[in-house]
């Protein structure tokens, strides 16, 4: 397996350092086939017990492209031509490819793919853990729609449960373990003159706070980490600690002083020295909220100015608490900013936040015994992102098509990106890239087809899995398969 080494900093990623690399033999791409084989040989997985734990990683908008990309970069960072690298969840044995549409899309959203792996049931775009009965935007159409998720099923059989994202812990793929909600933009009740129905339905954040309350049998969820602080804090001047500014409530309700005060042995810290602080043996309830709106991309952490945690590390925090539960435990870890970086066209950040992700995956697989814990690896949709233009192996897969240190120009004269997006904002082959560094991280994609931003992918998403129940990860499934797979492997509905 390949050690994953710490992400380079930014003047480090404008010049690679290729260096030239001998020819594999035939022997050689003979030994690393057959090492393949006895590794996924020795990963097969043969006890018949149910799975303890469940942690299910979602790279939000990680397409298979996006993981070829990265996969390249990631090794091309080690100095080596990154081709035949892996990431880290690429060696699992067990690999599948899941259908993203929703009811009502062929190119999907988060929110509809995301409530297909959480509760097992497909739904529209936009609605978040409620069947399509329900009309987006209107809530009293939601009356007997909500759809019981994996999060809750394990919370009413005692598992602790757990959410991290680089995104807002209100934005989509996270709320659907906790929210039931017609709208997926509904993050805060300021959000409720945006709808055409709100009702008597319960933002999302109030929802995160108010689970243990609104699921019978539950105490509410033990860890809960990432950005979106705006969401849980009054707006008035001085809510938000970061910045003295004002949060989003409307309600005058302090989310987080609730949190703490609603939780025995419970914690809220929004930057990194107090997340750094939290005594995993003392703390029960853990809520951390570490930006207003999303976290930083993982390529500008290091300049935030309060400082927030990696994404490994809060995957690390959120396993240390969630394993004092003696009877297991279910994680839900989303990288969601690739997403994100691929809207804005940007390469740089979406593949540098897919290699933080794959770190994640092993500090995770580090962490625990994968005897009893099932670790899935998945997307919950792709991007129009694309990998052309026959570069020669070991060319910059930031930097312009080249063969033989020249690049390889289109039919109008001039060079192009090995990396590219069909539809997005900078459309057009106005500008000559020929003195561009295309490896700069402020660099835009050109597109195609002019888009405010860029769009999501309706292709096949690859779905990878270890430990107990991860034999049952093959072919090509529905994503709401997923779902049923970690009921199969956990055995909940037997708990």
């Known amino acids: 397996m390949n050690r994953i080494l710490p992400l380079v900093s930014v003047l480090g990623l404008l010049s690679f350092p290729f260096a030239a690399h001998p020819q594999q033999s035939a022997g050689d791409w003979f030994e690393a086939g057959r090492a393949a084989v006895e590794r996924i040989l020795a990963q097969r997985e043969t006890a018949n017990a149910p799975a303890r734990n469940v942690i299910l990683f979602v790279g939000d908008g990680m397409g298979v492209s996006t993981v070829t990309a990265a996969r ?41 793919t995301m409530t297909a792996m959480i509760t097992g049931v497909k739904t529209g775009a936009g609605l978040i853990s409620v069947s399509d009965a329900a009309l987006r935007g209107d809530c009293s159409s939601q009356q007997g729609a909500a759809l019981t998720t994996f999060l809750e099923l394990a919370e009413t059989r005692g598992l602790a449960t757990g959410v991290v994202s680089t995104a807002r812990l209100t934005h989509a793929t996270p709320a659907a373990n906790y929210a039931h ?64 500014g004002p949060g989003r409530r409307l309600d005058g309700r302090n989310l987080t002083a609730e949190w703490v005060e609603d939780h025995e042995d419970a914690a809220y810290v929004w930057n990194a020295e107090q997340f750094a602080a939290v005594d995993p043996d003392k703390v029960s309830h853990l809520l951390g909220l ?21 994404l490994s590390e809060m995957t690390a925090r959120a ?41 994640a995956v092993r500090t ?49 004269g001039l060079p192009y990106t090995t990396l590219g997006y069909i539809n997005g904002p900078n459309a057009g082959r106005d500008e000559d890239l020929t003195h561009v560094d295309t490896e700069h991280e402020s660099f835009r994609s050109q597109t195609l087809v002019p888009l405010g931003s860029e769009t999501h992918g309706g292709e096949d998403v690859a779905v990878y899995a270890a430990g107990p129940g991860a034999d049952l990860v093959r072919g090509v499934i529905e994503q709401n398969v997923i779902f049923h797979i970690m009921m199969e492997a956990t055995q909940l509905d037997q708990r």
Not at 77 to 94: D, I, Q, V, W
Not at 181 to 195: G, K, P, T, W, Y
Not at 290 to 310: I, K
């Open 72 to 112: 390249i970069l990631e090794g091309q960072l080690r100095g080596e031509n990154g081709e035949e690298n892996e990431l880290f969840f690429e060696t699992f044995p067990n690999v599948a490819l899941a259908k993203t549409y929703n009811t009502d899309a062929q190119v999907p959203d988060s929110a509809g």
């Open 181 to 244: 909600i017609m709208e997926r933009n509904f993050e805060s009740d300021a959000d409720a003159v945006d709808l055409s129905d709100p009702g008597n339905c319960a933002d999302i954040a109030r929802q995160l706070i108010e689970f243990a309350d609104n699921v019978e049998g539950a105490d509410g969820l033990e860890v809960a980490l990432g950005g979106g602080r705006g969401a849980f804090l009054p707006n008035r001047d001085g809510a938000d600690p970061e910045d003295g």
């Open 290 to 310: 570490f930006e207003r709106s999303h976290m930083e991309y993982e390529l500008d952490r290091e300049n935030d100015a309060a400082g927030e945690p990696s």
């Open 319 to 359: 396993i240390e608490i969630l394993s004092n539960d003696p009877d297991g435990y279910f994680l839900n870890v989303e990288a969601g900013r690739i997403d994100h970086a691929h809207h804005e066209i940007n390469p740089i950040r979406a593949l540098t936040d897919t290699i933080e992700f794959a770190r």
């Open 364 to 412: 995770a697989y580090e962490m625990v015994d994968l005897s009893e814990t099932l670790i899935i690896v998945t997307a919950d949709h792709s991007h129009v992102f694309t990998i052309a233009g026959y570069p020669e192996r070991g060319n910059s897969i930031l930097g312009k098509a080249a063969a033989d240190e020249e690049p390889i120009l289109a039919d109008d």
